[in-house]
């Protein structure tokens, strides 16, 4: 296979007549910390990224951090009912207002001087200083939006184009996700870079080998590329990945099929939206490291994180409709257990990937085509992020 260098000496992959790469990416780009440096500032300093859900931000103080490179966000509900995003640094020497994590705090006080912080950003005091500019001091804000219950945020300086106008074409209105809860959280620590995980995610073709215990009795792997439309902008500026199915009867789900767990059949009683028949089953996949399957009894959300240049947090929430009684309607460890089995089979290969492309014998094989097309194009908008001069700077 043949290889593509730009101005700089960095190698890519050959792309194909579709405009896509042939193989996946050359080993630094999932090896070394100087690109793992340039995929915060030119993808995820640059893009939406899931949070959480509201429901974990339920009452004024409840507070998480998200943490990215060497950003830290603090992201709250403030006392005005609100969402609420900012750095978490002090403006007086810089320190971290609060440890990574979750939370209750009705202000945010930095440990080294004591300036503190409302649960909106805003500089409320800084001992002894009595004249300074509250106003020009307060915590740097973040733009940060909720989209059916789902709280994104995004650091660029410029206010970006609305969540709401990239996933115009994907609709789970009908799912009412902003009406649910979440009943379970699990993160899954994988010695393995963002976007090996990522690339993993977008394609089935592993699944009958990898996922024979979970997901390979409930889908069929070799048409599961034909349940998903391209929904995102695919030319200009907003390039960008984004895949998504508004049925997965058609062509992943088996027959018989209902819903995503070990028999495919309800484990909720009470159904997600206001349809006394389920909503169909569907899924979103979104550059660069989120997706929701909305099912017809249940929710899951799913982001991988980067840690480092070989290590990625790979995150999982399991929702049920707000009203659902744990013991009543539903039983969490069966609500978990075929995406939790799933998480954990994925985490087993994808680490088993990344010590593969630490070898010096590690060279990139071809894509199958057509069963990893959404890899190739996962691929190839990452490719035109980090490529892009405009973004260049580290």
């Known amino acids: 296979m043949s290889v593509q260098k730009n101005h700089d000496g960095d190698t890519y992959p050959e792309i194909a007549a579709d405009g896509l790469p042939v193989t996946a990416l050359p080993q630094e780009f999932y090896t070394s910390e100087k690109w793992f440096a340039r995929d915060i500032e030119r993808v995820f300093s640059r893009r939406w990224i899931f949070v959480c859900h509201v429901s974990e931000l339920a009452k004024p103080g409840d507070y998480t951090t998200m943490e990215l490179g060497t950003n830290s966000i603090i992201v709250t509900r403030g006392k005005d009912g609100g969402i609420h995003s900012f750095h978490n640094v002090c403006r007086h020497r810089g320190t ?26 805003s500089l409320r005091a800084a001992p ?32 970006p184009k609305p969540v709401a106008a990239y996933l115009r074409d994907a609709d789970l209105s009908g799912h009412r996700l902003e009406n649910t809860k979440v009943i379970a959280a699990k993160d899954y620590p994988t010695k393995a870079n963002w976007k090996i995980n990522g690339e993993t995610y977008q394609e089935c073709y592993h699944c009958a080998v990898v996922h024979g215990k979970s997901l390979g009795k409930i889908i ?6 034909d349940a998903y439309d391209n929904v995102g902008v695919e030319s200009g500026d907003d390039k960008e990945f984004m895949i998504f199915s508004g049925n997965l009867l058609n062509g992943q789900f088996l027959p018989g099929v209902k819903t995503e767990t070990m028999d495919g059949q309800y484990v909720c009683k009470k159904l997600l939206g206001d349809d006394p028949n389920g909503q169909p089953a569907k899924l979103l996949s979104w550059f660069p490291n989120f997706s929701v399957g909305a099912w017809p009894d249940f929710s899951v ?21 707000a009203d659902a009684v744990e013991g009543v309607d539903y039983e969490i460890d069966k609500v978990m257990e075929l ?48 490529q892009e001069k405009r973004a260049w700077s580290c």
């Open 128 to 159: 002894f200083m009595p004249d300074i500019d509250k106003q020009a001091y307060g915590a740097k804000l973040v733009w940060n939006e909720v989209w059916n219950g789902l709280v994104f945020i995004n650091l660029q300086e410029e206010q």
């Open 220 to 225: 069929a792997p070799a048409t599961t590329h």
């Open 301 to 321: 959300l799913i982001d991988w994180i980067p840690v480092s240049a070989q290590e990625t947090l790979f995150r999982t929430r399991w929702l049920v409709r």
């Open 339 to 386: 995406a939790d089995l799933a998480n954990i089979e994925d985490k087993k290969i994808v680490e088993l990937q990344q010590q593969g492309v630490n070898s010096p014998a590690y060279q990139p094989g071809p894509y199958h085509q057509p069963m990893e097309v959404d890899s190739r194009k996962f691929i190839a908008n990452y490719l035109a992020m980090v």
């Open 96 to 121: 971290k207002l609060c440890a990574p994590g979750k939370g209750k705090a009705n202000v945010f006080v930095c440990p080294f001087h004591g300036w503190s912080y409302g649960t909106d950003g």
